[in-house]
């Protein structure tokens, strides 16, 4: 079972936009970002729908199904515990 998206989740989300939208648009563009945890993947689609490019983001996640969510939208998965693998 994938983690679905809780409040948490959606407080982050708009955390992730608010600090993003005051980027300037060359500086996201190179942002890296690593989503530990990714679950649903919630917090790496948001980064793509605000401008950061998929090959630019790592998601990890200890549960396979997610991970092979994450996959098919063409984002870097790490099966990892936390940070164990990276």
């Not at 708009?14 to 005051?22: A, T």
């Not at 996201?28 to 793509?48: E, F, M, R």
């Not at 998965?77 to 990276?86: E, G, H, N, V």
Request: with cysteine; net charge positive.
């Amino acid at each position: 079972m994938i983690y679905l998206p809780s409040d948490d989740s959606y407080l982050l989300c708009s955390v992730i936009e608010s600090y993003l939208k005051n980027k300037k648009n060359n500086n996201k563009k190179n942002l890296k970002v690593l989503d530990a945890g990714t679950g649903s993947g919630i917090q790496a689609k948001k980064c793509i729908s605000l401008g950061i490019k998929k090959e630019n983001i790592i998601a990890l996640d200890i549960n396979e199904e997610a991970l092979n969510e994450i996959k098919k939208l063409g984002i870097t998965a790490i099966k990892s515990d936390l940070f164990s693998t990276i």
